[in-house]
């Protein structure tokens, strides 16, 4: 059996093939490594869509509850006269300016959860997917 010659052009042949080898270890470990973080922003994005949905619930179940005592307040005041009138219709116009809050509250509420959610979907994707390019985030509303 003859014994293989080591020439130049095998030993840049050999050269050439390990460096694709290291070349595809490092884009792997860079693609990981990019994976880890879109799932670590998928899951920020995540928990801030949840906290955002709970401001608008919160936000809705205040315009709900403030609306009903104010309209209850307001017919309990008709009915009412003089000095005790005029407290109980300082009370509504309190609740409905509690109203105004919530609804100012829940009017930024509903597009942050908007664009967390939008967020959430946008780094599940990229975390699928880390090879493909990823746009960057618009600003939060």
Request: glycine share 4%; aromatic share 12%; charged share 30%.
């Amino acid at each position: 059996m003859p014994r293989p010659r080591f020439t130049l052009r095998w030993l840049m042949v050999a050269v050439a093939v390990v460096a694709v080898g290291f070349g595809a270890l490092v884009w792997t470990m860079r693609i990981e490594a990019a994976a880890e973080q879109y799932r670590y922003r998928r899951q920020l994005y995540g928990l801030k869509y949840d906290l955002a949905m709970i401001g608008v619930q919160h936000a809705e179940s205040g315009i709900a509850d403030y609306s009903r005592l104010a309209d209850e307040d307001e017919r309990l005041a008709s009915e009412l006269t003089g000095r005790e009138r005029t407290a109980k219709l300082s009370v509504v116009d309190y609740d409905r300016r509690i109203v105004d809050y919530y609804r100012k509250r829940l009017s930024m509420a509903r597009p942050r959860a908007a664009y967390h959610a939008t967020m959430r979907s946008k780094y599940e994707h990229a975390a699928r997917y880390p090879w493909l390019p990823v746009a960057p985030d618009p600003r939060e509303p």
